[in-house]
């Protein structure tokens, strides 16, 4: 009953402000144009507000599922007329807030004091008020100044129906469209839900703020502001107040002065710093969340608030998105086709020279122009075509990061539209495969993971004669390495020690990693010189008491 409540919601807000207007040139909009249409509303006085602003209107209506759809088409100026996309600006940080007072009440219940107590000051009026809370200015009694966020009341009742209704409709989508199943549309949305309730645990913000903050001490890329752990809770957070001006404030920016094409080529630094050193990145990077220091214009800083939503890469994927990035930015189109086949992401019998014709009539025109001339939109929407010709499946992990490429572009469009993304982007990449790859990767790889290594020797013996039947039973492995194996493992058994021998295995067991240096694939796909390195290296360790 209550999912119909929120059907019948839907429909009579669409019809209130008149969204019909937007399907009238759609033919492919279907059942719901219809509803609007044939809806008895639209007997009602045609509302005098433009179209842009009521189409804001409808979405801060309809709650935050449709608030955050609205935030991230506002950056997307390729896609959407300037009235459009100048409207849907104030979705940022102008939801409509909710009482001052029962600020104070869920801020008192919460910390169980009294608001003179925890405050020197606090404005009852709200700072600003977003899609799942509000912020309001206070003074802590040591002097510092801070804000405290507080989420609204009833709030999670209100996403819970609006996800129903999108579980309903991913199911459809996945059970009568041809598509659908390929486009994995409940686990999109499951993802989707697991991202919008840790929105709505302050406390879980104020941990990816923290892990922010650390991963940038001391950066002159990104600042983030300190959190007041004796004053956050599950729905109440405190935080360092920060001052700057709103990245989408292009004007102001210009008048002091600002490099706008460093703070462009910074923004596309922080990204992919976050994404390939870190892999852990804000991953709800629209305007109304970033800000950019007045300090020094020369060198200009961003500010980030609101890590409510933030991404993490397993290795696996990580890997792979650096190979195709550099893959794409050299034009090596065959290598590209062929990471997707060996990821998994296509089946393998996918002709490689089809596939790779089909990126390169995709992705050829997007190189050497600048990003005022490329629109990312385009570019997905032919890879998507090609996606159906060759039954690659979306990758529901990658989503988030999909949302964070949009929005980066869309700030980058507006900080400074000659920025050529491409060339900003290659030698970060090229720099991260080094490190990744070269001594210092190495010496990292050793001091994280060498003692486990040695604390798990004891279990090498039967891991490694494990590997070896596996690998004896691989088609078409030649009878030669077979024996080099089976040497290999008659001699491990043998019992001998020596101090060197610890630091040989584990600089073979190294070497070995970069020779394969991907992928969860290696245990059939490694070359032999690996497969050697690495058992050896193993048998090395194993004779060491």
């Not at 600006?89 to 801020?107: A, T, Y």
């Not at 290999?488 to 073979?508: D, P």
């Amino acid at each position: 009953m209550t999912r119909i409540t929120r059907i019948i919601k839907i429909i009579y807000i669409f019809s209130k402000y008149r969204l019909d207007d937007f399907f009238q040139a759609t033919p492919t909009s279907g059942l719901l144009r219809y509803l609007l249409i044939l809806s008895p509303l639209r007997l009602l006085p045609k509302p005098t507000r433009s179209r842009s602003e009521r189409l804001r209107l409808a979405l801060e209506e309809l709650g935050p599922i449709f608030v955050k759809f609205g935030q991230m088409l506002s950056t997307r100026r390729d896609l959407l007329p300037d009235d459009i996309a100048n409207e849907l600006q104030h979705l940022q940080d102008r939801v409509p807030p909710f009482s001052g007072e029962l600020s104070i009440k869920i801020i008192e219940k919460t910390l169980k004091q009294d608001i003179n107590t925890l405050f020197a000051e606090f404005e009852v009026t709200p700072l600003a008020s977003a899609s799942v809370a509000q912020v309001h200015s206070a003074r802590l009694h040591s002097g510092e100044g801070v804000v405290v966020k507080v989420i609204r009341p009833g709030i999670n009742i209100t996403i819970g129906q609006d996800l129903n209704l999108l579980f309903t409709l991913a199911r459809l989508i996945e059970k009568y469209w041809e598509d659908g199943r390929r486009l994995r549309p409940v686990e999109v949305v499951s993802d989707y839900k697991k991202t919008i309730f840790n929105e709505l645990d302050l406390q879980i913000e104020a941990g990816n703020t923290s892990q922010l903050r650390r991963n940038f001490m001391d950066s002159s890329l990104l600042y983030i502001p300190q959190v007041y752990w004796d004053y956050t809770r599950k729905n109440v957070l405190v935080m360092e107040r920060i001052h700057g001006i709103p990245v989408a404030n292009i004007a102001e920016l210009n008048k002091q002065n600002t490099d706008m094409k460093k703070l462009a080529e910074r923004g596309v630094e922080i990204f992919f710093t976050q994404v390939f050193r870190d892999s852990f990145f804000h991953a709800d990077m629209h305007p109304g969340n970033i800000f950019v220091s007045t300090e020094n214009p020369a060198e200009p800083q961003y500010i980030a608030i609101d890590c409510g939503i933030v991404g993490s890469l397993m290795p696996e994927d990580k890997n792979y998105l650096a190979r195709m990035l550099l893959a794409f930015f050299k034009r090596n189109y065959r290598q590209v086709a062929a990471l997707h086949i060996e990821s998994g992401w296509v089946p393998d019998n996918t002709p490689v020279a089809e596939f790779e014709t089909a990126i390169r009539s995709v992705c050829e025109p997007i190189f050497e122009k600048p990003l005022k001339d490329i629109s990312f939109g385009q570019v997905l929407l032919g890879l998507f075509q090609t996606a159906r010709q060759f039954n690659m499946e979306i990758q529901p992990q990658l989503v988030l990061l999909q949302k964070t490429l949009l929005n980066i572009e869309g700030l980058g469009r507006q900080i400074y539209p000659d920025l050529d993304l491409w060339h900003t982007a290659k030698p970060f990449m090229e720099d991260w495969m080094k490190q990744r790859s070269g001594p210092p990767g190495l010496i990292k790889a050793m001091r994280e993971q060498g003692p486990d290594w040695l604390e798990q020797s004891s279990e090498l013996p039967l891991l490694i004669m494990d590997a070896i039947q596996q690998v004896k039973h691989i088609k078409d492995y030649s009878e030669q390495q077979r024996s080099t194996l089976d040497l290999l493992s008659r001699e491990f058994l043998k019992e001998k020690s020596s101090s060197r021998q610890t630091w040989l295995g584990l600089g073979s067991l190294a070497l070995a990693a970069i020779i394969a240096t991907d992928g969860v694939h290696w245990l059939i796909d490694l070359p032999l010189s690996s497969w050697l390195l690495g058992i050896g290296g193993l048998y090395l360790l194993a004779r060491t008491p």
